[in-house]
Structures are given as structure tokens and as C-alpha cells.
């Protein structure tokens, strides 16, 4: 019923997470409306998308084509003896914010999840032992997601991380009541995880 084009614009926009059919037909039918140059914007950026933006080798964090590796990892005022794993890229912009933080990160590329067909071998997990030994690391911290197959990931690099270093120190990000909520609104979950992080006053 609508022109090929247009049609095309709405399926292709349908393969975004989160945007179902009528919000691809409202997306697509905004840029028709919008000035042309709106959609000369967006053909350009996603065309530079993957030319202009690859892992660093060494944390598998998003760095620019032109960069060896990634400045968090590169500056000297970061302290390399400490690494926090996170699932996705993304989630290092979200402990960066804190501006608390100060050592470097490793990028695990996901969480297992047989269901979905990720097995560790598919994971960067060798890529952070071995980064334990050549960077002489101290501390690691995994920050995977409160899911059950971050809690799953997080049990295995327990495991693998003991067994090649028993003196290296392994830590997870505290989990418990966000600031603001009542207790009657809190969740089993959350309630179990505040209990067991419970600190000393």
C-alpha cells in the first residue's frame, strides 16, 4: 500500500531494539515530513558508522578508527593493576559518569546465555587473563548485570581468574536499596542482595 521506498525506510527501522511496527511507520513517515537534509544527516553518519568505529585490541572498549587503543587504557593517570569487567561497551560511559573510578576496564562482549547460543569460548575472557598477567593486575572487578546469565558469567571468571592467580583479588559492585525507596516497593531481589551487603555503622 505505501511506496516502496518508504516501505523500505519502515523495515529497515523495524530491525532497531525496542521499535515496533507502528513506531517504524511514525519514524519513517517523520523523516519524509522533515526537511531532506534530516535524512542526508542520518544516510551520512550511519555510513561512517563502521568505518569510523572499531574495539580497542586490548579492552574491546569503542575507540575512534584512528586510535591504537583506547585512551582510558593508554593514559598514564589510569591505574592499570585494576580492571572492571562490564558486559557491553556501553556500560563503561555509565560507571565513567561517577567520575570515581580510576583504573581500567575490560569489555566482555555479552553474558552467557546458552538460550541464546553465547558460550564463554565466544566471550573475551582469555583476553582478560592474559591481561591479568602482562598487566601484573591487582584487583578485578565485575560489574556483569544482575541477571542470571551476568550472575552466571560472573561465577565462571570467579573460577578461571582463582585458578590462574589464587592471590589476585576479586570483587563485585555492591547491590541493595536504591536511595529514595520504601521498603513495601522494593523487590524480593533487591531486598536479599541490601541484606547480604548489609554494611557496619
Known amino acids: ?33 522533515s526537511d531532506p537534509k534530516v535524512s ?9 558508522l563502521h568505518t569510523k568505529v572499531k574495539s580497542c585490541p586490548i579492552t574491546f572498549a569503542l575507540i575512534d578508527a584512528d586510535e591504537d587503543v583506547s585512551p582510558l587504557y593508554s593514559d598514564s593517570s589510569r591505574d592499570k593493576s585494576t580492571v572492571l569487567v562490564v558486559e557491553e561497551p556501553l556500560d563503561i560511559y555509565a560507571i565513567e559518569q561517577t ?6 576496564y575490560h569489555v566482555l562482549g555479552g553474558a552467557i546465555s546458552p538460550i ?9 575472557i582469555g583476553e582478560l587473563i592474559k ?7 591487582k584487583e578485578v572487578i565485575i560489574a556483569t548485570n544482575p541477571s542470571v546469565e551476568g ?8 573460577k578461571l581468574l582463582h585458578e590462574q592467580n589464587p592471590e589476585l583479588k576479586l570483587t563485585r559492585l ?6 529514595g525507596v520504601d521498603l513495601s516497593y522494593a523487590d524480593q531481589i533487591t531486598l536479599s542482595a541490601a541484606l547480604e551487603n548489609r554494611t557496619d555503622l
Open 174 to 179: 555492591a547491590r541493595g536499596l536504591p536511595l
Open 99 to 104: 567520575k570515581s573510578y580510576k583504573g581500567t
Open 1 to 33: 500500500m505505501l511506496p516502496e521506498a518508504l516501505q523500505e525506510v519502515i523495515d529497515a527501522l523495524g530491525f532497531l531494539p525496542g521499535v515496533g511496527p507502528r513506531t517504524a511507520e511514525r519514524y519513517g513517515y517523520y523523516l519524509f515530513k
Open 151 to 158: 550472575e552466571s558469567t560472573a561465577l565462571l571468571l570467579e
Open 40 to 48: 542526508e544527516r542520518i544516510a551520512e553518519v550511519l555510513s561512517n
Open 116 to 124: 541464546d547460543g553465547i558460550t564463554p569460548e565466544q566471550l573475551h
Open 131 to 137: 591481561r591479568v598477567n602482562d598487566d601484573n593486575v
